[in-house]
T-cell receptor
Framework: QQQVKQSPQSLIVQKGGISIINCAYE??????FPWYQQFPGKGPALLIA?????SEKKEGRFTISFNKSAKQFSLHIMDSQPGDSATYFC????????????FGSGTRLLVRP | NAGVTQTPKFQVLKTGQSMTLQCAQD?????MSWYRQDPGMGLRLIHY???????DQGEVPNGYNVSRSTTEDFPLRLLSAAPSQTSVYFC?????????????FGPGTRLTVT
C-alpha cells in the first residue's frame, strides 16, 4: 500500500521552463510534507518543506503548493536550470515524527540546456 | 562537522553471509533512521531510534537488526543476507524540536547480495 503517490516518474524540461511534480497522500494524520533532492551517488537532501496550515511556500525558484482538501501537494521549479537535474522525492510524516518519513517513488528530472 | 558518515560505500555479499553497515553522526542528533532505496520505490524506513538504547521497527524491518548504544552510532546488521536485500542503504539523523524537522542523510552504502 503506497501511502504517498508521486508523479510523473520522469520529466524532461527545457532550460528556463517550469518543472512540476505532484504528490498525493492517504493518511490525514500527516502534517509535515518535505521535498528532497538527490543527485547521483549522493544521499537525499532537504529542499523545501511545508506544514498544512499554509497553502504555499516559496524559497527562491522552488515553490510547494498544498491542497489539504484534495490531499495533494506539488513542487514547482521556476526557471529550471541544468543544475536542477536530479531525482526529487516528496515525503510525508506527522510533525512530531519527521524521523519516520514516508517517501514517494521519486521523479527523475532532466533539464535540457 | 562531518555530518552523517556511512561505511562501507560498496559491499558485495554472498547469500547467507552476515555484515554490519556502519553509521555515525557528529551533530548530537537524538533521532536516527535507516532507509533502503530501490528503483521505483523511493526510500523505505527499516528501523529508527529516538535515543540511545531505544529502537523501533519501520516499514520493512524483516532481516535487519539495529542497536543504539551511543548517541553517535547506529549500526544496521544483516544476519543472513538474501538477494532481496540488494539495495542502497541510507542512514539519516535529525534533531527533533520546533525547528528540527530536517533529516540529514549520509552518502549511502550500495549492497549487492549474490
Amino acid at each position: 500500500q503506497q501511502q504517498v503517490k508521486q508523479s510523473p516518474q520522469s520529466l524532461i524540461v527545457q532550460k528556463g521552463g517550469i518543472s512540476i511534480i505532484n504528490c498525493a497522500y492517504e493518511n490525514t494524520a500527516f502534517d509535515y510534507f518535505p521535498w528532497y533532492q538527490q543527485f547521483p551517488g549522493k544521499g537525499p537532501a532537504l529542499l523545501i518543506a511545508i506544514r498544512p496550515d499554509v497553502s504555499e511556500k516559496k524559497e527562491g525558484r522552488f515553490t510547494i503548493s498544498f491542497n489539504k482538501s484534495a490531499k495533494q501537494f506539488s513542487l514547482h521549479i521556476m526557471d529550471s536550470q541544468p543544475g536542477d537535474s536530479a531525482t526529487y522525492f516528496c515525503a510525508a510524516s506527522g510533525v512530531d515524527s519527521s524521523y519516520k518519513l514516508i517517501f514517494g517513488s521519486g521523479t527523475r528530472l532532466l533539464v535540457r540546456p | 562537522n562531518a555530518g552523517v558518515t556511512q561505511t562501507p560505500k560498496f559491499q558485495v555479499l554472498k547469500t547467507g553471509q552476515s555484515m554490519t553497515l556502519q553509521c555515525a553522526q557528529d551533530m548530537n542528533h537524538e533521532y536516527m533512521s535507516w532507509y533502503r532505496q530501490d528503483p521505483g520505490m523511493g526510500l523505505r524506513l527499516i528501523h529508527y531510534s529516538v535515543g540511545a538504547g531505544i529502537t523501533d521497527q519501520g516499514e520493512v524491518p524483516n532481516g535487519y537488526n539495529v542497536s543504539r548504544s551511543t548517541t553517535e552510532d547506529f549500526p544496521l546488521r544483516l544476519l543472513s543476507a538474501a538477494p532481496s536485500q540488494t539495495s542502497v542503504y541510507f542512514c539519516a539523523s535529525s534533531l527533533q524540536g520546533r525547528r528540527g524537522y530536517e533529516q540529514y542523510f549520509g552518502p549511502g552504502t550500495r549492497l549487492t547480495v549474490t
